[in-house]
């Protein structure tokens, strides 16, 4: 099974929660007790899956400005370049949109900005730090 899913199973939040962990804690030195915080409940949490085994997650919910936030976006390494970070941005932005959000806003690291550029998010505000890493607010309209 390839593919994107929504979670919607205790399994496969858990599956959503090793990758973050891969990524941000073990990878990039995220401390553990900031990387699950009070958003999980409300967010909505994708999945993508190579051959059944869990590769990348993100998760959106809404802002406190109404715009839809993506977040914790994840792509393990043996897996980057594939483009699943992109499936999972697609996937994301189209639950965002059938919720009705016309604008979608994420806190990008740095070194990712790229990335998001590409998929036609702009630069909002100067860089801050977040656990550690650089960031920048970036956001896109979601009528395109």
Do not use: N
Request: cysteine-free; charged content about 30%; glycine content about 10%.
């Amino acid at each position: 099974m390839h593919g994107v899913e929504v979670v919607e199973t205790a399994a496969a939040f858990r599956e959503a929660l090793a990758v973050r962990y891969a990524v941000f804690v073990d990878e990039q030195g995220v401390p553990a007790s900031v990387e699950v915080d009070d958003h999980e409940a409300e967010a909505t949490h994708f999945l993508a899956r190579v051959d059944g085994a869990a590769v990348g997650t993100a998760r959106y919910r809404t802002a406190e400005s109404g715009a839809a936030k993506i977040e914790r976006v994840a792509v393990r390494d043996t897996h980057r370049g594939e483009g699943w970070g992109a499936r999972l941005m697609d996937a994301a932005e189209a639950r965002a949109r059938e919720a009705g959000h016309d604008r979608a806003v994420l806190d990008a690291q740095t070194s990712a900005a790229g990335f998001y550029a590409a998929r036609g998010y702009e630069r909002v505000g100067g860089v801050f730090d977040e656990a550690g890493i650089p960031h920048v607010t970036m956001e896109r309209p979601l009528d395109e």
